[in-house]
């Protein structure tokens, strides 16, 4: 006997309608604030549809929201898998894989990104952080100048040049950068100068 139409399996639109509604309805929900009723939705979406993009990043980005980075990295290595070809995926899954202390992930990670997108500053951030972990210092030097290029206002990659410039024993040109930060941040030259001990006068 043959099967009724009605009782048939959905088809590829109605799927295709069914996963756009239950996106639409977790994008609702985190607009509302409730995070945990899309996280719920997002779930949901992972199961039924794998290759969700959007549900697995944001799974990933609640779990370290919840402190549970080793979750997020799991997230964002099936994001990689399924966009091997976009740099923010490879800086996403870098980014958690640093804060676990997996430095060499972290580092094929950010690499892998620059790779795709050489002006990624964020990435070249990154690269410097785990390269100073990993004691390079000469590299991490390398890869900060690279973001401070790129994103000369930002205080966090002059900061961490000026750490890096300290370690290698070259105390004058951490006074250099020191003296640059009293320019335009001058609250992060003035921490660096308390934690290396370096004093540089005050801009005329």
């Known amino acids: ?112 990104a620059l790779q795709i997108e050489e002006k990624m500053d964020r990435a070249w951030y990154g690269l410097g952080l785990v390269l100073v972990r990993q004691g390079r210092l000469d590299e991490a030097l390398d890869a900060l100048k690279r973001n401070t290029k790129l994103q000369p206002m930002s205080p966090f990659g002059w900061y961490q040049m000026a750490r890096v410039h300290v370690d290698l024993h070259q105390p004058e040109e951490a006074r250099a950068v020191i003296r640059h930060l009293k320019g335009f941040e001058p609250k992060v030259a003035a921490q660096l100068e308390r934690e290396t001990g370096l004093k540089v006068p005050s801009l005329v």
């Open 1 to 112: 006997m043959l099967k009724d139409s009605k009782n048939s399996a959905p088809t590829a639109s109605g799927n295709r309608m069914d996963r756009f509604v239950m996106v639409w309805r977790a994008k609702a929900l985190l607009f509302l604030g409730m995070r945990a009723a899309a996280k719920d939705v997002f779930l949901e979406i992972a199961k039924r549809w794998p290759d969700d993009v959007l549900a697995l990043n944001s799974l990933a980005y609640d779990a370290i929201q919840s402190r549970h980075p080793a979750i997020a990295l799991d997230y964002y290595a099936r994001v990689l898998k399924l966009q091997p070809q976009v740099s923010n995926a490879h800086f996403n899954h870098a980014f958690v894989a640093e804060e676990l202390g997996h430095t060499e992930v972290a580092e094929q990670g950010f690499r892998a």
